[in-house]
């Protein structure tokens, strides 16, 4: 298992050393990580990663995710203390297991379900980096450290005539060493300077915790588009760190003046209002992973956001549909269609999950055309969940799947990563969706 740098080493350590000490002083802090179903989650988490690691497949929608999978094992390792402070269960992973896949850990990586790469490499679900996020989360919930206020003063922005939007997700993982290859992020945002949008948005994530440090050099540091207007959704890996970086740099950088310092927003044009929405802040789910839509002021403003004759074009960074697309019985689906309603939305664009995905117009009766934007930088490759006999499932239309330009053999499983161009003009959209290396690999042609 890969160990910490010294600099990450010494941050968790200390992270972990708070959290025990005021467990210890507060027994029932605990407890109620525990009632929210961490232990649970992590213990889920660990089984479909020792699925994948033996290149069994998990049922579809089986609880946990992968880059948590070792977690169990790392703090029981790394951070005894506070394993036993916070009763965390035992781990049935071992690091003799995970030495028995070492050659292929080492080599391309063990490719999941979901498309994420199981590596030791910057970013894959090894990195020890992901350790440090469950610790900004734990000191969050528990009060080490104070979680930002929620703003309730949204900006709402009318602009008028054709305007071109770049969307693109997941995208805050800074300047890193990708083993030689320029890494996505900054290619990402070539491609995205070149074009010259109106509008840049960011539908959320930065890694590997939202930091102050990390909001700057792994976001701001490298956000270069010529936008006027530039917004940016509150994430889960943002809110890890209870979103201190987010709302007091992110937001108050000028390149994000347009945004007021409030996480949600509306953009009406001459054809749409776009609505950008905060799923992070109200989430109560395990490691904010289902994202939320609960919260009475942003209720309010999408009741106050008049919509009539328009169409609606939502943005969330957590995802409305499973991954597969199929039938939507997520939670957030159902609270963004409830505050909308008798409306829904026609256009639906998130995160979150790591792939590049088009569902298909035809599902759920021609309403809502869910895009999936989540494969702005992270290494990522192609989801065995969204195929079948080697051909895409019948809800997706498109897959980014063009394989990464590389003769390095640690990289022979990654797909380019990417983003989106929307060009309106009046009630028509035209959607092109752009790998990190400038090319259209999808298109879908303008539509009233």
């Known amino acids: ?53 033996e290149f069994r497949n998990s049922p579809a929608r089986q609880p946990g995710v992968v880059e948590f999978g070792s977690m169990l094992l790392r703090t029981a390792r790394d951070f005894p203390e506070l394993h036993r402070a916070m009763a965390l269960p035992s781990a049935t992973l071992s690091e003799a297991e995970l030495d028995l896949h070492q050659l292929a850990l080492d080599a391309s990586g063990i490719v999941s379900g979901e498309g994420d790469i199981i590596g030791t490499g910057k970013y894959e679900q ?26 309730t003063t949204p900006v709402r922005i009318k602009l008028s005539g054709p305007l071109k939007i770049a969307l693109v997700g997941d995208w805050g993982t800074g300047v890193w060493d990708d083993e030689g290859l320029v890494c996505p992020a900054v290619q990402v945002m070539e491609q995205i300077v070149r074009l010259k949008p109106d509008i840049t948005i960011h539908l959320g994530d930065v890694y590997y915790s939202g930091t102050t440090g990390e909001e700057q050099e792994n976001y701001l540091a490298n956000w270069l588009s010529p936008s006027p207007y530039n917004f940016s959704l509150n994430s889960n890996h943002e809110m890890y760190d209870g ?6 740099v992110l937001l108050q950088d000028p390149r994000f003046a347009a945004q007021a310092g409030t996480s949600y927003f509306s953009i009406e044009t001459d054809g749409f209002v776009i609505l950008g929405l905060d799923t992070a802040y109200y989430d109560t789910s395990s490691l904010l992973l289902d994202g939320a839509l609960t919260d009475a002021a ?18 969330t960074h957590h995802n409305g549909l499973p991954l597969d697309g199929s039938a ?13 309603a008798p409306r829904v939305p026609d256009y639906w664009y998130w995160g979150h999950l790591h792939s590049g995905i088009v569902y298909s117009s035809t599902a759920y009766g021609d309403k809502t055309r869910a895009r999936c934007l989540g494969h702005g930088a992270l290494p990522t490759s192609v989801p065995g969940d969204l195929m079948r006999g080697g051909k895409l499932l019948p809800l997706v239309e498109y897959l980014a799947n063009t394989p990464l330009q590389s003769t390095n053999p640690d990289q022979g499983n990654r797909v380019m990563n990417g983003f989106a161009l929307l060009t309106l003009n009046g009630s028509t959209i035209r959607e092109e969706f752009y790998n990190q290396a400038g090319v259209v690999d999808y298109s879908v042609p303008a539509a009233p």
């Open 1 to 53: 298992m890969p160990q910490f740098s010294p600099e990450q080493m010494a941050k968790a350590q200390s992270l972990a050393t708070a959290i025990a000490a005021k467990i210890r002083a507060n027994p029932g802090l605990a407890a109620r990580i525990q009632a929210r179903g961490d232990h649970a989650f992590l213990k889920d988490s660990e089984v479909k990663f020792r699925q994948q690691m």
């Open 126 to 151: 090894l990195d020890p980096g992901w350790a440090l996020a469950l610790l900004h989360h734990w000191a969050t919930l528990i009060g080490v450290y104070s979680t930002a206020s929620f703003g």
């Open 243 to 248: 979103g201190n970086g987010y709302f007091s």
């Open 298 to 315: 942003q209720q309010q403003f999408i009741a106050n956001t008049n919509t009539s004759g328009k169409k609606i074009m939502v943005l």
């Open 328 to 340: 939507p019985t997520t939670p957030l689906w159902s609270q963004v269609m409830a505050s909308l």
